[in-house]
């Protein structure tokens, strides 16, 4: 399963449902599902471990009306990868990388 590392509070806030729009400042093509994991820093109780599967759905330039969903400002060079159909998992430790990223075993 295709998977991405996400600092807090971001990765809680992707698994919780309110943001519904990661940004990047680069764009993917997949789309289909992908293991949101939180990241070791900053260290926190879910550090390091996967959170939840969501379903990438279309990314696109971020927009300014794109702000309130991904839960932060408009930048330069601003991708917005756009998330539907949170299933939460049991959190399960993983060793992030950067990227996206191939993560066998966690369903």
């Known amino acids: 399963m295709k998977a991405l590392s ?4 971001w990765a809680g806030l992707i698994a919780s ?8 400042t680069w764009q993917t ?6 293991l949101i994991c939180s990241s070791a820093q ?7 471990k996967a959170l939840c599967i969501v379903r990438v759905v ?3 330039p971020m927009t300014k009306q794109d702000e309130r969903a991904a839960c932060c400002h408009l930048y330069a ?5 756009v998330l539907e159909g949170v299933r939460l998992i049991d959190p399960v430790p993983v ?3 950067l ?9």
């Open 6 to 9: 996400v600092k807090q509070p």
């Open 17 to 24: 449902g309110r943001k519904t729009i990661e940004t990047r």
């Open 29 to 34: 093509q997949h789309r289909g599902d992908l």
């Open 42 to 48: 900053p260290e926190g109780p879910d550090s390091g």
């Open 58 to 60: 279309d990314c696109r």
């Open 77 to 81: 060079g601003a991708w917005a990868w």
């Open 95 to 97: 060793k992030g990388r």
């Open 99 to 107: 990227g996206l990223y191939e993560l066998s075993g966690v369903r």
